[in-house]
C-alpha cells in the first residue's frame, strides 16, 4: 500500500473553502485514493475516492493531480462542524485494507 | 438500520481481567475491521474478515488479542489477559462486498486497564 503524507494541522474560516493536501508519491495505477474523516470521539466517515478523475459529491471535491502522485480535498463552504481530523488514503482496490495515517486535523474558525 | 454497533461503549478493567469487546456489523456487509486507536498510535488496524473468515490479522499486535466471527452478524475482540497499555478506543467496521465499497465505523467502545 503506498504511503500519504499529509500536513498534521490547518486552520480555516467558516464560509471559506478549505483546501487539504496529501502527498501519495509511490501509488500504484491501481490504488485509489480515499478521504475519510473523524469528528471528536466518534467513528471514522467515508467522505470521496477517486482513481485518476476529479470528483465531486456532496460533500466535498476531491482534485488528483494528473500525475497522481497527489490530491487536494476540497470542502467548498467549510462549517464550524467541519472542524475534524482528516485523513488520506491509498488502497488496492479489492484489498479492503483500510491503512490509515497520522491525518490533517482541520480546525474550522468562527 | 442503526448502522454498526458496538458494546460496550466504555470498559473499565483491571490489569489481568480478560475484556470482551462486541460488535454488530450492517446487515449485508461481506467485510468486517477491528481498529483500535491511539494518541501515540493512531487508527490501527487490527484484523479484518470476510464472510466471517479471517484474511488478515497481521494488525493484532501479540497473542493476549484473539478475534472471532461465529456469524455475519457478530464478531468478538477479546484481550486475554489486558493490560494497562491496552487502553484505547476499539472501533469495528463493516463494508458490502463490491467496487470501491467503502466502510461504516461503529461509535467505537473506549477501554482503560487499570
Known amino acids: 500500500d503506498a504511503k500519504t503524507t499529509q500536513p498534521p494541522s490547518m486552520d480555516c474560516a467558516e464560509g471559506r473553502a478549505a483546501n487539504l493536501p496529501c502527498n501519495h508519491s509511490t501509488i500504484s495505477g491501481n490504488e485509489y485514493v480515499y478521504w475519510y474523516r473523524q469528528i471528536h470521539s466518534q467513528g471514522p466517515q467515508y467522505i470521496i475516492h477517486g482513481l485518476k478523475n476529479n470528483e465531486t459529491n456532496e460533500m466535498a471535491s476531491l482534485i488528483i493531480t494528473e500525475d497522481r502522485k497527489s490530491s487536494t480535498l476540497i470542502l467548498p463552504h467549510a462549517t464550524l462542524r467541519d472542524t475534524a481530523v482528516y485523513y488520506c488514503?491509498?488502497?488496492?482496490?479489492?484489498?479492503?485494507?483500510?491503512?490509515f495515517g497520522t491525518g490533517t486535523r482541520l480546525k474550522v474558525l468562527a | 438500520d442503526a448502522g454498526v454497533i458496538q458494546s460496550p461503549r466504555h470498559e473499565v478493567t483491571e490489569m489481568g481481567q480478560e475484556v470482551t469487546l462486541r460488535c454488530k456489523p450492517i446487515?449485508?456487509?461481506?467485510?468486517l475491521f477491528w481498529y483500535r486507536q491511539t494518541m501515540m498510535r493512531g487508527l490501527e488496524l487490527l484484523i479484518y474478515?470476510?464472510?466471517?473468515?479471517?484474511?488478515?490479522d497481521s494488525g493484532m499486535p501479540e497473542d493476549r488479542f484473539s478475534a472471532k466471527m461465529p456469524n455475519a452478524s457478530f464478531s468478538t475482540l477479546k484481550i486475554q489477559p489486558s493490560e494497562p497499555r491496552d487502553s484505547a478506543v476499539y472501533f469495528c467496521?463493516?463494508?458490502?462486498?463490491?467496487?470501491?465499497?467503502?466502510?461504516?465505523f461503529g461509535q467505537g467502545t473506549r477501554l482503560t486497564v487499570v
Open positions: 446487515s449485508g456487509h461481506d467485510y
Open positions: 488514503i491509498a488502497f488496492l482496490s479489492g484489498t479492503y485494507k483500510y491503512i
Open positions: 467496521a463493516s463494508s458490502a462486498t463490491g467496487f470501491l465499497a467503502e466502510a461504516f
Open positions: 474478515f470476510n464472510n466471517n473468515v479471517p484474511i488478515d
